[in-house]
């Protein structure tokens, strides 16, 4: 049973581009969740999605926005990427409401 | 708005002794989670905590939840160098799915 899967691996972009990251939730799970890790920190939620809609936000700009599709994967957008932006991106995966998430292994964006 | 405080951030031991990291949260919640991860890797669910007085032990790792005080420990018993990594607790805010992470406590076990 594969788990959470995410692609690209690692991502090097310029600032002013943008970046699409990709999830695909662990099987039964129908519940995506994105957070961003920056070095030596903790990771910070930025938005949730459930039957294909945004139901809860962090405290991140609109520059950053999502999608899920019918199959329940999932895609993080990032417009005019900023120095900032540079940080570990994980993707977690949940079965409906309110249960445990399983976290894939991340997508490392460097932005110079 | 929910905070999770997590101490000590760096820790340093020896292989054999013992020793607990903190995590401390400041407004009620019925859960908490907590992680490990290695350097470059993503987090790996260690424990799930669900109710006042939950105790969950797994090798040399146990943890402890009290819901009064808003703190759970992990408690690490006989150091090995495999524990080496950063422990992050993490809680759901406010009935809410969105989990807040403490800063991480990274651990180095040191032969």
């Known amino acids: 049973d594969a788990g959470v899967t995410q692609s690209p691996t690692h991502l090097i972009k310029t600032r002013g581009q943008q970046v699409t990251l990709r999830c695909s939730p662990k099987?039964?799970?129908?519940?995506v969740s994105w957070y961003q890790q920056a070095l030596g920190q903790g990771p910070q939620f930025i938005f949730q999605?459930?039957?294909?809609?945004?139901?809860q936000r962090g405290n991140f700009p609109d520059r950053f926005s999502g999608h899920q599709f019918p199959n329940y994967s999932s895609e993080l957008n990032v417009n005019a990427l900023l120095l900032g932006d540079s940080a570990l991106y994980l993707c977690?995966?949940?079965?409906?409401?309110?249960?445990?998430?399983?976290f894939g292994p991340g997508t490392r964006l460097t932005v110079l | 708005e929910l905070k999770v405080e997590q101490n000590p951030l760096f820790l340093s031991m020896q292989e054999g002794k013992n020793y607990t990291i903190y995590c401390n949260y400041s407004?009620?919640?019925?859960?908490l989670y907590w992680y490990r991860q290695d350097p470059g890797k993503s987090l790996e669910s260690l424990f799930v905590l669900l109710s006042n007085g939950a105790v969950k032990q797994e090798g040399r790792l146990m943890a402890s939840l009290d819901t009064k005080a808003r703190l759970s420990t992990l408690h690490i018993t006989a150091a090995v160098h495999d524990l080496s990594a950063t422990y992050f607790c993490?809680?759901?805010?406010?009935?809410?799915?969105?989990?807040?992470f403490g800063k991480g406590t990274k651990l180095t076990v040191n032969p």
């Open positions: 407004t009620t919640s019925d859960r």
């Open positions: 999605y459930y039957e294909e809609e945004e139901r």
């Open positions: 099987s039964g799970h129908d519940t």
């Open positions: 977690a995966s949940s079965p409906g409401h309110y249960n445990e998430q399983f």
């Open positions: 993490a809680c759901p805010q406010g009935g809410s799915e969105k989990l807040v």
